[in-house]
């Protein structure tokens, strides 16, 4: 580049950052077309006559989260960073501050909002300041475990947040696994429950987190599937589950004699909400949330940089790995 070209965009790049001037009065002092200062300005970036640097902020987390979104289609993304020597309950605070202040985003007047349980969204809820909205309904999206502490439990979430956003809510009254397909299929079809089935076609948003692979070694939750239950499970390699809906590494849906017991939204229903979060981390879950992204269930994801680093490497791809 020659020097005269050289002094010219370093000028333009001094009059517009560091003086402020508008591109307009950078174009009228200067003779050069505005949309010609535009490219100018673009120019002295590239060459590297401006470099610019954000303070306080490590910036290759936001290329990160670029990356992702782009990569899996996502419409909104925060990655939090691993802090040396943090503890897991520290993480989980910060993770869950980040997801409670997504949803906030997501959340307007009118809006019809299904939730799943657990303990990652009863943090979320408990981090979850008060907005005041109008005509905000909140529902189930599954039916709860048949044992759980009662602040992780669909009803107690719902209830919360209803009185966090000046909503309401719906309960559900019924164990998410059923003993058998005809018990779930009394349930699904009972009056008392259309209502809800309806509500889950109408969802606005939805708020879920992500199960990993089944460990018979802790089953907290999952004492109400049986030991054939999980036999089938890993014969056909479930890696993950939202709602109890479990899914093999492409997303798709595994088990049908399981899904067939489930009182909860279906994978299909939930991918058609507009606007869906999942919040999960751990690098035990990195390859369900992989296969939750490839399916494309949610649009929305909170997690750590470990857990993400953890599943693009599964994905092949080490792009943001040093050598």
Same mark, same amino acid.
């Given at each position: 580049m020659k020097n005269e070209r050289k002094k010219l965009l370093a000028k333009?790049?001094?009059?517009?950052?560091?003086?402020? #001037? @508008?591109? @307009?009065?950078?174009?009228?002092?200067?003779?050069?077309? #505005?949309?010609?200062?535009s490219r100018m300005l673009a120019e002295a970036k590239k060459e590297g006559i401006v470099k610019i640097e954000i303070e306080d902020f490590d910036t290759r987390l =936001?290329?990160?989260?670029?990356?992702? *979104? !782009? *990569?899996? +289609?996502? *419409? +909104?993304? !925060?990655?939090?960073?691993?802090?040396?020597? !943090?503890?897991?309950?520290?993480?989980?605070? #910060?993770?869950a501050q980040a997801a409670a202040g997504m949803l906030r985003g997501l959340i307007k007047d009118n809006d019809k909002v299904g939730f799943s349980w657990g303990k990652s969204l009863s943090l979320l809820v408990e981090h979850s300041s008060s907005k005041h909205l109008t005509n905000v309904h909140? =529902?189930?999206?599954? +039916? +709860?475990? @048949?044992?759980?502490?009662?602040?992780?439990?669909?009803?107690?979430?719902i209830y919360s947040m209803a009185g966090k956003y000046h909503g309401d809510c719906r309960f559900m009254n019924s164990t998410i696994i059923q003993e058998d397909e005809q018990l779930a299929n009394g349930i699904l079809d009972s009056k008392y429950f259309e209502d809800l089935k309806s509500s889950w076609q109408e969802l606005d948003v939805a708020v879920v987190g992500i199960g990993g692979q089944v460990d018979t070694r802790n089953r907290q939750w999952l004492d109400m599937l049986t030991s054939e239950d999980f036999l089938a499970l890993e014969s056909q390699d479930a890696v993950g589950e939202i709602c109890c809906r479990f899914f093999n590494k492409k997303g798709d849906m595994v088990y049908q004699h399981l899904q067939n017991r489930t009182i909860a939204i279906s994978l299909e229903n939930l991918k058609k909400v507009p606007l869906s979060l999942a919040f999960a981390y751990g690098s035990q879950k990195s390859a369900a949330i992989l296969a939750v992204l490839r399916a494309g269930y949610v649009n929305h994801l909170v997690t750590d940089e470990a857990t993400i680093l953890k599943m693009l490497d599964l994905d092949g791809d080490r792009s943001f790995f040093t050598s």
């Open positions: 333009i790049a001094y009059l517009y950052y560091i003086e402020e #001037r @508008s591109q @307009s009065d950078i174009a009228a002092e200067t003779g050069i077309y #505005r949309t010609t200062i =936001f290329h990160l989260e670029n990356y992702v *979104k !782009e *990569k899996y +289609g996502l *419409k +909104g993304i !925060e990655i939090v960073s691993n802090l040396v020597d !943090e503890s897991p309950a520290d993480l989980e605070e #910060r993770l909140f =529902f189930p999206l599954a +039916g +709860g475990p @048949s044992h759980i502490h009662a602040r992780y439990h669909v009803n107690t979430l």
